[in-house]
């Protein structure tokens, strides 16, 4: 497994550099939520929303007390069609009535900062969310990294409070992935296996 009681994970010391000093860290992007996960495939072929993610995503816009709407837009620019997944979604019809026009990308992310041309993410959405998400790895979460709102938005019927994610936590590392689903409480791992949650999780990590 790969969990931050590994080296890694401990921050540089600060050493003198000249006038300064120099220090750093390293983070795990896996333990975030990637979302280039949002259509199978990355969005290379046919664009099949997985709807799992799809949820997951507007959970954690909902523990951010932001609009989980917001949530939409975000499939229609990763996804590889131009028909809006609901009315809160975008495609180029929405995008071309601004100034400039553009369109939407219909492709995977590249860089996280392309949230800023989705509809509606503003840069204060954007603040607050961006910390949570990215656009790097296979798109398995590592529950022995994830933050506690990731742990949280796993179970998008609210199963997974604050109280039941810090227990979560304090019980990691775990050494695979069954080991932690056994550890969640019994109607959540029901979810997990009906949805599917399962297999969009991990102990391991491949891109920090």
């Given amino acids: 497994y790969d969990g931050l009681d590994e080296l890694w994970a401990y921050p540089v010391p600060e050493y003198p550099l000249g006038d300064g000093v120099l220090s750093g860290a390293i983070t795990d992007e896996t333990g975030k939520f990637n979302l280039n996960s949002l259509v199978d495939n990355n969005g290379k072929t046919a664009a099949t929303v997985q709807k799992t993610r799809h949820k997951q995503l507007r959970r954690l816009f909902e523990l951010l007390q932001l609009d989980p709407e917001l949530a939409d837009p975000i499939v ?34 590249d860089t996280l900062e392309e949230l800023h041309m989705v509809w509606g993410i503003t840069d204060d959405v954007y603040r607050k969310i961006s910390p949570y998400l990215t656009v790097y790895g296979d798109g398995l979460i590592n529950v022995n990294t994830a933050d506690s709102l990731i742990i949280q938005s796993l179970d998008f019927e609210g199963g997974i409070d604050e109280s039941i994610a810090g227990r979560l936590i304090e019980n990691r590392p775990y050494e695979n992935k069954q080991k932690f689903i056994d550890s969640v409480p019994a109607d959540v791992k029901t979810r997990f296996t009906t949805a599917g949650t399962t297999s969009g999780i991990d102990t391991k990590s491949n891109f920090f």
């Fill in 76 to 109: 229609d620019w990763v996804d590889i069609d131009s028909d809006p997944i609901s009315a809160y979604g975008a495609e180029d019809e929405s995008y071309r009535r601004l100034d400039p026009p553009y369109s939407a990308k219909n492709a995977r992310f």
